[in-house]
Each structure stands twice: as C-alpha cells, then as structure tokens.
C-alpha cells in the first residue's frame, strides 16, 4: 500500500466529463458544513455553449484508424465527431454550437 503524498498547487483542474468525479471529490472539500473544508479552495463550473450526443457502435468506420482516437471536421455546418477506440468497439461524440445541427 502506497503512503498518502500531499502537494500544493495554484490550479487544478477536472476534466473527466459533465459530472466530473474529481470535482465532485474535491468540492466536498469545499463545504462550509465540512470542519475541514479548505477556504482556499474555489470550485467553479461553467456550462460551455452548445449540443452534443454520444454514439456507442461496433466498429470503427472503415476509413478511420481504429487504434486512435479521431477529429472528424465537417465539410459545412459545425458539427465536428470525436471518435475514440473502445474495447467493444468504438464511442463518437457528436459536437455542435447549435442544436439545429442535422445530426442533432
């Protein structure tokens, strides 16, 4: 079993997705409730403009490395793809300014 190890640092940022864990763990810490709740720390969330929608398909498109994980940009609109190896297959996230997009 690994000992504990303590730094500090000026940011510290979550990006593990909308309902992010780290930032779910870290703002426990946050609360005023909390007799151990560090004033110094600051938890913010900002919700980015936009749409976006997952897919989970067997395989990767055949034009697509299914090793890697792939931009697709769109040729118009503003709908770009993500499109990341799984072990099953393959996870596209669709992602858009606006939820008029066709794909959407």
């Known amino acids: 079993c690994e000992r504990p190890v303590s730094?500090?640092?000026?940011?510290?940022v979550g990006c593990?997705?909308?309902?992010?864990?780290?930032?779910?763990?870290?703002?426990?810490h946050t609360s005023t409730d909390d007799d151990n709740a560090n004033d110094d720390f600051v938890v913010t969330k900002n919700e980015l403009p936009g749409e976006y929608k997952v897919v989970r398909i067997d395989m990767a498109p055949p034009k697509l490395n299914p090793a890697s994980v792939c931009?697709?940009?769109?040729?118009?609109?503003s709908c770009t793809a993500f499109v990341e190896p799984t072990a099953s297959g393959s996870c596209?996230?669709?992602?858009?300014?606006?939820?008029?997009d066709p794909v959407f």
């Open 7 to 12: 730094k500090k640092f000026d940011l510290i």
């Open 92 to 100: 596209i996230l669709f992602a858009s300014r606006y939820e008029t």
């Open 16 to 28: 593990d997705g909308v309902n992010s864990a780290v930032r779910g763990a870290m703002e426990k």
């Open 71 to 77: 931009l697709v940009l769109p040729s118009k609109g």
